[in-house]
Every structure is written in structure tokens, then in C-alpha cells.
Nanobody, 121 residues
Framework: QVQLGESGGGLVQPGGSLRLSCAASGSIFRLFAMAWYRQAPGKQRELVASITSGGSTKYQDSVKGRFTISRDNAKNTVYLQMNSLKPEDTAVYYC???????????????WGQGTQVTVSS
């Protein structure tokens, strides 16, 4: 079984910063791409940023230049550094990872439970 444990969410004022962390644990043979999604009330879940196992990154245009995704492969952890936060960044943030659990197995997508980020004065 694989679990993704998230932390780092909270309440912050506009212009502030937060860093989200998501650590994968359990049976992990190989960890592929990891990503952060978010979902605001009444809106569809959207991809915020992704990172490959080799460190290549991609960002949603609305967060480019403000957010940075990174990973520590030794810790099976992905991070999202969020700077210059705006009220429109308010959402539940979910981490995502493609995990191969067994040699000769196939990868599956796993999701974290979500962590609330609220940007408000």
C-alpha cells in the first residue's frame, strides 16, 4: 500500500508564502512523476505544477514565477514553494504521484488527502 502524506497548508495573508510537502510511503519500487493539483469550491480540480523523476518541471501559467515545485528522491518527497500568494490561490491542494510498487509491475496514480490553503486579509 502507498500513502501520500501532505503538510504545510494554512492561512496566510496576500503576498505571503507557504511551503507544502508531500511524502510518499509504503511499498515503492520506483517513483515517477509527481505533481500538485488544487481545487477551489465550485471549480474543477486543476494541475498546478508537475515534476518528473529527472527534475523537469511544468507550471500552470497563473502560478509561473511565483510557485516552485521540487523533489527529494531520497525522501520520496515533493514540495511546492508558494510565494506572492493571492486570494485566488485559495484551494485545497492535492499531491499526486505515479508509483510502481513491484518489479515488473505497472505504475498507478496515488493521491494525497488534500491540504487547505487560504489566502485572505
Amino acid at each position: 500500500q502507498v500513502q501520500l502524506g501532505e503538510s504545510g497548508g494554512g492561512l496566510v495573508q496576500p503576498g505571503g508564502s507557504l511551503r507544502l510537502s508531500c511524502a510518499a510511503s509504503g511499498s515503492i519500487f520506483r517513483l515517477f512523476a509527481m505533481a500538485w493539483y488544487r481545487q477551489a469550491p465550485g471549480k474543477q480540480r486543476e494541475l498546478v505544477a508537475s515534476i518528473t523523476s529527472g527534475g523537469s518541471t511544468k507550471y500552470q501559467d497563473s502560478v509561473k514565477g511565483r510557485f516552485t515545485i521540487s523533489r527529494d528522491n531520497a525522501k520520496n518527497t515533493v514540495y511546492l514553494q508558494m510565494n506572492s500568494l493571492k486570494p485566488e490561490d485559495t484551494a485545497v491542494y492535492y499531491c499526486n504521484a505515479d508509483v510502481q510498487q513491484l518489479a515488473r509491475g505497472i505504475p498507478y496514480t496515488y493521491w494525497g488527502q488534500g491540504t487547505q490553503v487560504t489566502v485572505s486579509s
